[in-house]
Nanobody
């Protein structure tokens, strides 16, 4: 099994920055990619960004491109999301997820709240 623990959420003013971390433990060799998702109140969970561990290729949703940067430290089995120029629309619970050999994101962290005030 793989376990994921997020940290780094909080309250910030618009234009500010936060860095989220996600630490993976357990059978981490089974993880091919890791990603960040978010869910705002009353909305469905949406993809934010992901990183492929083998190729280090990254992808982002359009609304965060140029503001958010995903990175990973293989040695520490930790993934990060640097969020700059935060907007009130970024307010959500952010979830870390792992994609394994079945191709699906099927391991999830508990989530961390990010609140951006205007």
């Amino acid at each position: 099994q793989v376990q994921l623990v997020e940290s780094g959420g909080g309250l910030v003013q618009a234009g500010g920055s936060l860095r989220l971390s996600c630490a993976a433990s357990g059978r981490t060799r089974s993880v091919y990619a890791m990603g960040w998702f978010r869910q705002a109140p009353g909305k469905e969970r949406e993809f934010v960004s992901e990183i492929d561990w083998s190729t280090t290729r990254t992808s982002y949703r359009n609304s965060v491109k140029g503001r958010f940067t995903i990175s990973g430290d293989n040695a520490k089995n930790t993934m990060y999301l640097q969020m700059n120029s935060l907007e009130p629309e970024d307010t959500a619970v952010y979830y870390c997820a792992a994609r394994r050999s079945n191709g699906n994101y099927d391991v999830w962290g508990q989530g961390t709240q990010v609140t951006v005030s205007s």
